[in-house]
């Protein structure tokens, strides 16, 4: 039973560029949300997606976009990058947009801005 | 405001000295607190969920307990792999599916 995969695990951009990441949930999950993990901290919500909309949104710019596919995988991307934007990227995967049953992670894309 | 704080920040110990991680959170109507691992270059692994004041939860050498402020992790007798960071989450209220995490608690455990 796979769990929760990330692609690609390792990225590196310049400051104006844009970027894609991508997230297929545990299987039988059908909510994803999104994180960003900078150096020695937690994880920040970014958003979570549900039925193909975005349900939620955490405090991040519209720089920050995603989308939801019918088969629930999901793209996390992020425009006009910045040096701040440097990162570990988490998706998780949950069951029911409202469910108390733990989020499970993937390994995350580590993004580097230059 | 809705807050998670972790303590202490960095804990080192001896292989079989136990201790206890803490967890403090200021969330009004709990739907439940989340444990987590996370290994250098990894996303966080779930633990343990506890949903109620009183509640624990035990795996190995861990054992997580809940009161109505704060959640303590407490180790046993660790070993060298338990070296890792442990976060702890919350979900606010009314909120779906958001999680607030606190910054975590990078346990070192030496042989």
């Known amino acids: 039973d796979a769990g929760v995969t990330q692609s690609p695990t390792h990225l590196i951009k310049t400051r104006g560029q844009q970027v894609t990441l991508r997230c297929s949930p545990k299987?039988?999950?059908?909510?994803v949300s999104w994180y960003q993990q900078a150096l020695g901290q937690g994880p920040q919500f970014i958003f979570q997606?549900?039925?193909?909309?975005?349900?939620q949104r955490g405090n991040f710019p519209d720089r920050f976009s995603g989308h939801q596919f019918p088969n629930y995988s999901s793209e996390l991307n992020v425009n006009a990058l910045l040096l701040g934007d440097s990162a570990l990227y988490l998706c998780?995967?949950?069951?029911?947009?409202?469910?108390?049953?733990?989020?499970?992670f993937g390994d995350g894309t580590r993004l580097s801005i230059l | 405001e809705d807050q998670v704080t972790q303590s202490p920040e960095a804990l080192r110990l001896q292989e079989g000295e136990s201790s206890s991680l803490n967890c403090s959170y200021t969330?009004?109507?709990?739907?439940?607190l989340f444990w987590y691992r996370q290994d250098p270059g990894k996303g966080p692994e779930f633990l343990f969920t506890?949903?109620?004041a009183g509640e624990e939860k035990e795996k190995e050498r861990l054992k997580a307990t809940l009161t109505k402020k704060e959640s303590f992790l407490h180790i046993t007798a660790p070993k060298p792999e338990d070296s890792a960071t442990y976060l702890c989450?919350?979900?606010?209220?009314?909120?779906?599916?958001?999680?607030?995490f606190g910054q975590g608690t990078e346990l070192s455990v030496k042989p």
């Open positions: 998780a995967s949950s069951s029911g947009q409202y469910s108390n049953q733990p989020q499970h």
């Open positions: 299987s039988g999950h059908d909510t």
């Open positions: 997606y549900y039925e193909e909309e975005e349900r």
């Open positions: 969330v009004s109507g709990l739907r439940g």
């Open positions: 506890l949903y109620s």
């Open positions: 989450a919350v979900p606010p209220r009314d909120q779906g599916g958001k999680l607030i």
